[in-house]
T-cell receptor
Framework: DAKTTQPNSMESNEEEPVHLPCNHS???????IHWYRQLPSQGPEYVIH???SNVNNRMASLAIAEDRKSSTLILHRATLRDAAVYYC?????????????FGKGTKLSVKP | EAGVVQSPRYKIIEKKQPVAFWCNPI?????LYWYLQNLGQGPELLIR????????DSQLPKDRFSAERLKGVDSTLKIQPAELGDSAVYLC?????????????FGEGSRLTVL
């Protein structure tokens, strides 16, 4: 399985932007980059995904490096509700490659 | 629209006892997953179903764990007998079938404590 590397933890101040990095140097051409987050005592929830181009949705933006070996999840204005563990996941094609395999993620703390 | 529903939310049992968890996926979602999450770790995939067929159960410890998804809708995950190391949160997720970009929807999980 393709692997990702994320910092164990990050801190942010409320109402400031947050950039969560992810390295995936062994990414293959058909792997999509997915981000999920897990709030305390809840199941993970989908945030965003992309293949090559940068992506925006109501929750966040995803910036993907030109060589696709790294990506950054951007929360434009952190709130206390954004405190969670954020997982960067590579998701391949058919069969077991399509499974969502979680790492340890980045625990984001947001200070008021 | 109702999300993925799991029960029970919490379960405490003695070791060597059996336990079962139930999952009702989002209506119309053909794919169902069971994950295990230990404290401080990311979720680990146990089994994936496409309709009623278990298409990937390579990570399911088959000596004590079993799962079924009769009629391709609800699913149960059973542990018999439970061991101390099985204490964890068991998460169920569902998605539309076979999509590399498809979003997984997770339930809140069932927290198991084995004494």
């Amino acid at each position: 399985d393709a692997k990702t590397t994320q910092p164990n933890s990050m801190e942010s101040n409320e109402e400031e932007p947050v950039h969560l990095p992810c390295n995936h140097s062994t990414i293959s051409g058909t792997d999509y980059i997915h981000w999920y987050r897990q709030l305390p005592s809840q199941g993970p929830e989908y945030v965003i995904h992309g293949l090559t181009s940068n992506v925006n949705n109501r929750m966040a933006s995803l910036a993907i490096a030109e060589d696709r070996k790294s990506s950054t999840l951007i929360l434009h204005r952190a709130t206390l509700r954004d405190a969670a563990v954020y997982y960067c996941i590579l998701r391949g094609g058919g069969g077991s490659q399509g499974n969502l395999i979680f790492g340890k993620g980045t625990k984001l703390s947001v200070k008021p | 629209e109702a999300g993925v529903v799991q029960s029970p939310r919490y379960k405490i049992i003695e070791k060597k006892q059996p336990v079962a968890f139930w999952c009702n996926p989002i209506s119309g979602h053909n794919t169902l997953y069971w994950y295990l999450q230990n404290l401080g770790q990311g979720p680990e995939l146990l089994i994936r179903y496409e309709n009623e067929e278990a298409v990937d159960d390579s990570q399911l410890p088959k000596d004590r764990f079993s799962a079924e998804r009769l009629k391709g809708v609800d699913s149960t995950l059973k542990i018999q007998p439970a061991e101390l190391g099985d204490s964890a949160v068991y998460l169920c997720a569902s998605s539309l079938a076979g999509q590399q970009t498809g979003e997984l929807f997770f339930g809140e999980g069932s927290r198991l404590t084995v004494l």
